[in-house]
């Protein structure tokens, strides 16, 4: 069954919206959203009594979560940008999310055992999973009004998949169910809402989005 965890708020706006951001400012905030949802979305899991280990399955984890929103957030910066500035944000936003996942793997982990920077097998996963998000399809439905895209079926379906190696082979069977249902659909529409609201132009009053954790 389910489980459905508490709220939380986050800001996903720039304070003075009028003025032009560049796509690496952009990427920057948005890569410390993504990394935000992806953290809350493993504690929402153990809250679900999903039992990811600290250590290894944490960081596997937390990569498979992470390829994914930033796959997400690419194909809303491909309807929404111009093919330039998306190759500077996503190239950004990726090296970003590199950056801080290897900040706390060094950390928890230590230094790799081949002396290799822990962003290098972050980037090749980007690059490996990358093409085959690609190839699922939106949301079937009407056309998005606020032009961001929803991923179809096949695209969450194959986040779980990618999470079931994570777990301990008790929790495989309900992966899906929970990544499906609950966890994958929250987390896209926080990352959706917050890089239309990085991306918005004109200065308006702030609002918040908000996505689920403690």
């Keep these: 069954m389910a489980i459905v965890a508490p ?40 809250g679900a009594q999903f039992d990811v280990a600290v250590g290894g399955p944490y960081f596997a984890f ?82 998005q009004v606020d032009e961001s895209f929803a991923p179809g079926f096949g695209f969450l379906r194959y986040l779980g998949s990618r999470l079931e190696p994570t777990l301990p082979a008790q929790d495989r069977f ?3 169910d929970q990544v499906m249902a609950i966890e994958a659909p929250e987390a896209v529409d926080i990352v959706r809402s917050a890089i239309l609201d990085l991306l918005y132009k004109e200065p308006r009053k702030a609002r918040r989005t908000s996505m689920t954790g403690e």
């Design 174 to 176: 309900w992966v899906l």
């Design 7 to 46: 709220r939380l708020r986050i800001k996903s706006h720039w304070f003075k919206a009028g003025e032009p951001k560049t796509a690496e400012q952009n990427a920057s905030a948005m890569a410390f959203i993504v990394w935000r949802v992806a953290h809350n979305m493993l504690k929402r899991m153990r």
């Design 62 to 143: 937390m990569r498979e979560v992470l390829v994914f929103l930033i796959a997400v957030v690419d194909r809303t910066a491909y309807i929404k940008m111009d093919s330039e500035t998306r190759n500077a944000f996503t190239s950004a936003l990726v090296v970003n999310c590199a950056n801080t996942l290897a900040s706390n793997e060094a950390e928890l982990l230590g230094p790799r055992s081949d002396g290799a920077p822990y962003q290098d097998s972050f980037i090749d996963l980007v690059n490996e999973l990358s093409p085959h998000y690609a190839e699922f399809d939106a949301e079937v439905g009407p056309a």
